[in-house]
């Protein structure tokens, strides 16, 4: 599976984002496909997740922020980021997961500061 994220960028603190990301290769069902980041210095964290059936989970530092989709058609996953603060600047990536095997992509960094 190919993971290709787009969509990353300098942005103001209360300004908005959208992510996508697009996988291509073996795709299973069911899965899960969803966005990590990762800050300078720290550790990866998940930001949020969705599967292919819909059922989404979010770190509670986004909730109300940020908001996972995805088009099961296109095995493109988005994520909407709005109200973004300079804590959000990381290296954005994109995975994908099934039956057990995580895929990743190379990541986007998305950069907010004024």
């Known amino acids: 599976v190919q993971l290709v994220e787009s969509g990353g960028g300098l942005v103001q603190p209360g300004g908005s984002l959208r992510l996508s990301c697009a996988a291509s290769g073996n795709i299973f069902d069911p899965n899960t496909m969803g966005w990590y980041r990762q800050a300078p210095g720290k550790q990866r964290e998940v930001v949020a997740t969705?599967?292919?059936?819909?059922?989404?989970n979010y770190a509670d530092s986004m909730k109300g922020r940020f908001t996972i989709s995805r088009d099961n058609a296109k095995n493109t996953v988005y994520l909407q980021m709005s109200s973004l603060k300079p804590e959000d600047t990381a290296v954005y990536f994109c995975?994908?997961?099934?039956?057990?095997?995580?895929?990743w992509g190379k990541g986007t960094r998305v950069t907010v500061s004024s």
């Open positions: 995975n994908y997961l099934s039956f057990g095997v995580n895929y």
């Open positions: 969705m599967t292919n059936g819909g059922r989404t």
